[in-house]
């Protein structure tokens, strides 16, 4: 499934539908809408102390929160909670949203070095988030990314409003910028709540950001034009990604990648539907290839012989692309040496 799927599609009800009206109105009269909860709850322990007096701290929505203290609940998409604590921000994350955890248990990429098993999960899928259970977690702060204006990743439209009276919000836009930019915008995030930017951790993991970078680049202009194509399979449909919205995409092609872009582009201009009949319309010598559980792997498209028969598969280019990164310079750092290693690897075939 890609990526503008979720963001347009509506929201599936999830276990919300499961939470009895009654109980789920008691715990939101008895938390009240100012998002300065008791640090305490089911979870145990408080969280880490913030950095001393006001806090405040402005989103990419121009919305300013502030609260008399910085927050030490925080509740998080999945992603937004592993970039955090890439940069230092962990004991304060209570609760997550979003793909966390594989049927056996495990974590899923996406939550990186998120310790899964001391956060509450409020939804393990598109859709599901238990208001109930973030209710309960007296929470002071939900952060996740922002794809569209306004829109909240992963937060359910049906529920939106009973989740912004339990605590104020940030959403840090994550499309339409270059990769470094959302990167910034977390850790500048992190610092207010108490990170150390400086601390070694950070800063490796920056120096290795920035090498990578270096490495694609220089990888990118020896392939003397090699094209590469960004792609999501579906059961029906085969999309071809635009490199001029998704934030790593477009880092890449500053880097010199010669990304392919679509040229009939759907609503929303994330990407451009094709049908697997006319999955070879832009012939490519590389393939990113949607990494994510919502979309079809290489070992499921095998059976599609028009899959089969593009130039970049006969010739196994094909690797994979997480279209929604962890956006900390260890969570992108990978990307970029995996990229510049596949493009190394790969030679024109269109």
């Not at 929160?65 to 304060?92: E, Y």
């Not at 694609?216 to 999501?232: D, M, N, Q």
Request: proline residues 7%; charged residues 15%; hydrophobic residues 45%.
């Amino acid at each position: 499934m890609p990526l503008s799927s979720h963001i347009s599609a509506p929201s599936r009800r999830g276990v919300l539908a499961a939470a009895g009206g009654g109980a789920l109105a008691a715990v939101l009269a008895a938390c009240g809408g100012s998002g300065s909860s008791s640090s305490s709850s089911g979870t145990g322990a408080a969280a880490k102390t913030g950095p001393a007096g006001p806090w405040s701290f402005t989103d990419d929505r121009k919305q300013t929160v502030k609260t008399s203290a910085a927050p030490t609940r925080v509740v998080a998409f999945t992603g937004t909670a592993a970039a955090l604590v890439d940069f230092g921000v962990d004991a304060q994350i209570v609760g997550v949203f979003g793909e966390t955890t594989l049927p056996d248990g495990k974590p899923t990429a996406q939550a990186g070095d998120l310790n899964v098993g001391k956060v509450t999960v409020l939804g393990n899928v598109w859709g599901e988030f238990n208001v109930e259970k973030y209710a309960a977690l007296n929470p002071q702060l939900l952060v996740t990314h922002m794809y569209e204006p306004g829109a909240l990743w992963y937060v359910p439209d049906e529920s939106k409003d009973q989740i912004a009276k339990l605590a104020p919000s940030v959403a840090i836009n994550v499309a339409r910028v270059s990769l470094p930019t959302p990167i910034q915008r977390y850790a500048d995030l992190a610092a207010s709540l108490g990170a150390d930017l400086n601390a070694p951790k950070v800063t490796s993991a920056k120096t290795r950001f920035q090498s990578a970078a270096e490495t694609l680049r220089t990888a990118a202009k020896a392939a003397g034009g090699l094209k590469v194509l960004a792609a999501s399979g579906s059961a029906n449909t085969f999309y071809a990604s635009n490199p001029k919205i998704a934030a790593d995409l477009m880092y890449f092609a500053e880097l010199g990648v010669e990304l392919i872009v679509p040229n009939k582009l759907d609503s929303g201009d994330y990407f451009e539907s094709l049908s697997w009949e006319n999955a070879d319309k832009y012939p490519a010598d590389l393939i990113l290839l949607d990494s994510r559980s919502t979309a079809l792997q290489p070992q499921q498209l095998a059976a599609k012989p028009t899959w089969n028969a593009l130039p970049a598969v006969k010739a196994g280019q094909v690797t994979p692309w997480d279209a929604v990164p962890r956006f900390s310079y260890a969570g992108a750092a990978p990307l970029l040496e995996n990229l510049a290693k596949a493009i190394q690897n790969s030679k024109k075939v269109s």
